[in-house]
């Protein structure tokens, strides 16, 4: 009867080998423009503390709070110069184009601004970046001014983390002034 409309995922990315790590990883059909909804991940959310358990492909979205995605999903790998982002909309999971991504380019983010600590999943990146964080371990171990640089890019539970940890650092700058 009606036509097949295909799921806007299939319409956007394929999957085939990654260029920035060994493995699998997800890759643009066509032109993506800058602020596009890429996809909308599909999985479960399971509420529990992941930081010492082995679970690479889980997304954290809150404090004790994943996603563990399903499908093709999982592939979307790390980059220190990443095409694209993930933003929470109703409890949902979206992949935003950060800027203008070419076909066939590789389509990553940077789990810095999902995972606050990757714990036995941290791991060497293979980016060749030039501002390469080398060893991701996720957002907790970043210096305070590059965690800064990534707010407009968190998820809202590390954004939280993050004005708690200015606030903590200019209460004690101000208290050393009045020493
Ligand atoms: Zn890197």
Request: hydrophobic share 35%; with cysteine; glycine share 4%.
């Amino acid at each position: 009867m009606g036509q097949y409309v295909p799921k806007l995922e299939v319409v956007k990315i394929y999957v085939s080998y990654s260029k920035i790590c060994n493995g699998l990883g997800l890759f643009a059909k066509n032109k993506i423009k800058k602020n596009e909804i890429i996809f909308r991940f599909d999985g479960k959310i399971v509420y529990q503390d992941y930081t010492n358990v082995s679970m690479p492909y889980a997304l954290q979205l809150d404090f004790n709070k994943y996603l563990i995605p399903k499908g093709i999903y999982k592939y979307v790998n790390h980059s220190c110069s990443p095409n694209s982002y993930v933003k929470l909309i109703n409890n949902k999971l979206y992949l935003i184009a950060l800027r203008d991504i070419e076909k066939d380019e590789e389509i990553c983010y940077n789990y810095n601004t999902s995972e606050f600590d990757m714990g036995i999943d941290a791991f060497e990146c293979l980016c060749k970046s030039p501002n390469c964080y080398k060893i991701i371990k996720g957002f907790k171990y970043l210096p305070l001014e590059e965690k800064i640089k990534l707010k407009p890019y968190l998820l809202s539970y590390l954004k939280r983390y993050l004005s708690e940890e200015i606030n903590a650092v200019l209460f004690l700058s101000y208290g050393n002034k009045k020493v």
